[in-house]
């Protein structure tokens, strides 16, 4: 039943977002980007290209991200049904968007992250890496940990997503991008090479969410 309800309000949204331009995605930004309310501090620059250097990020990986927008911004609401019908699949995701009273999933709640995630896509593929940028990761961080997840969009779910899925998500996230990359007229060459950097950059990203998740000595 859960994943027919997710799979019907995939469906809808992605009738309701097709065609949207990154104007319209721009204008789904919240208040409260950047507004980190735990006593976690985002991560400074200087630590975060240390970070860059762990993964193997470079230049030539915020060349492919940005090479890859214009692939998948045209793109972006197919992309989304993927990951949606990928959840809406698995009970154990859906969950994390479920009412704590009646266990069924909230569209509304769902309809709300899938505009952000889309958004996501295209602030990753812009790559610009700034202090700014790390403030909402940590943001985005509380978002999934009891500090601060449901507040934003003031709904009843599940109070915390179990940093498990946070991690494994990556390889589904990254995996299902590939086919995407390959629709530019680009060479086999440089989608490999957007692939690749995508693949840096979420694992990137899920490194910084998980900040909330341990004490500051251990992160």
Known sequence: MITKFVTAGVLC???????CSTAEYAGSHDASYGMVTSQAKPMSMSDFDLLKKSVLFSDDDVRY????????EPNVDELLDV???FVGANPHLVHYFS???TGEPNGDYL???RVRF???VLDTADARFDQAWLNRQLEFGLRHHRLKKNTTDGVDAVEH???RHLVALHYPVTTTMKPFLARGNHSEQDVQGMYEAWRKAVLMTTILWSQPYMAPEDF
């Open 161 to 163: 997503i179990h940093f």
């Open 99 to 101: 009412d704590r009273t």
């Open 13 to 19: 949204l992605g009738a309701a977002l097709s065609g």
């Open 111 to 113: 309809a709300a992250v």
């Open 65 to 72: 991200l940005r090479m890859s927008r214009s692939v998948l």
């Open 83 to 85: 990951w949606y019908g």
């Open 118 to 120: 889309g958004q996501w």
